[in-house]
């Protein structure tokens, strides 16, 4: 892919993933990793994709370590070629538009969002 990724966020905790009622818009929350208190939102309009993958204990869950949060923009051409690789459904039109490749990465948690725009809010105050 010829753009490279952005880093947003470094070392916070993945606290909280909600949808939106219609479903086009995610809100996922970060907690500051030396308080434990919200540092940031980051607000993806637009999803068409949303991979989560975690391999939590039976007790475990949110809020959970990330080690980086980044985000690549995609041109039409590398944006269906993308969805592809993460398994998208749909396949044919609608596949090559402008789009955002988010990606969170953690030790028990990966997140792999596709959307057409996003805002981060706040950010990481660690240290």
Do not use: K, W
Not at 23 to 38: K, V, Y
Not at 48 to 55: D, P, R, S
Not at 66 to 94: A, I, N, P
Request: contains cysteine.
């Amino acid at each position: 892919m010829s753009h490279t990724s952005n880093h947003l966020l470094t070392d916070v905790n993945l606290a909280g993933i909600g949808f939106s009622e219609d479903g086009r818009t995610l809100t996922i929350e970060f907690l500051n990793m030396t308080d434990g208190q919200p540092c940031a939102r980051l607000i993806a309009n637009g999803v068409i994709l949303l991979h989560y993958h975690n391999i939590f204990d039976s007790g475990d869950g949110l809020a959970a370590y990330v080690g980086e949060v980044t985000v690549q923009e995609l041109g039409m051409d590398e944006s269906g070629l993308v969805l592809s690789q993460l398994g998208y459904g749909f396949r044919g039109s609608g596949m090559e538009r402008h789009s955002m490749l988010i990606h969170i990465e953690g030790g028990e948690v990966a997140v792999d969002i596709v959307c057409s725009e996003y805002h981060l809010i706040g950010h990481a105050s660690n240290g």
